[in-house]
């Protein structure tokens, strides 16, 4: 079983910044993809940054410019780097990855549990 657990998350102010990490363990065989989403009360979860095995990286319009994802491939991990932090960023955020268990199986994609984040003005 493939565990993602998010850390980071924290209160601060407009203007600051925060780390977001994931870690990945269990039983994994590759990891396809991997990604940040984030739900605001009464919002549909949403896309915030995304990585795949190929190198590129997709950011939704509303944090390009000031959230940078990265993937150490050493220590199973991919965080975000988010500066600049607005009000509207509060949410919680969680870690996705797409990946397979062993060397045969399907990819299927796997959740954490979420962090929260909290901007105040």
């Known amino acids: 079983q493939v565990q993602l657990v998010e850390s980071g998350g924290g209160l601060v102010q407009a203007g600051g910044s925060l780390r977001l990490s994931c870690a990945v363990s269990?039983?994994?065989?590759?990891?396809?993809?991997m990604g940040w989403y984030r739900q605001a009360p009464g919002n549909e979860r949403e896309l915030v940054a995304r990585w795949n095995r190929a190198g590129a990286t997709n950011y939704a319009d509303s944090v390009k410019g000031r959230f940078t994802i990265a993937r150490d491939n050493a220590k199973n991990t991919l965080t975000l780097q988010i500066d600049s932090l607005k009000p509207d960023d509060t949410a919680v955020y969680y870690c996705n990855a797409v990946a397979q268990t062993v060397k045969w199986s399907p990819l299927a994609d796997y959740w954490g549990q979420g962090t929260q984040v909290t901007v105040s003005s």
């Open positions: 269990g039983s994994v065989f590759s990891i396809d993809a």
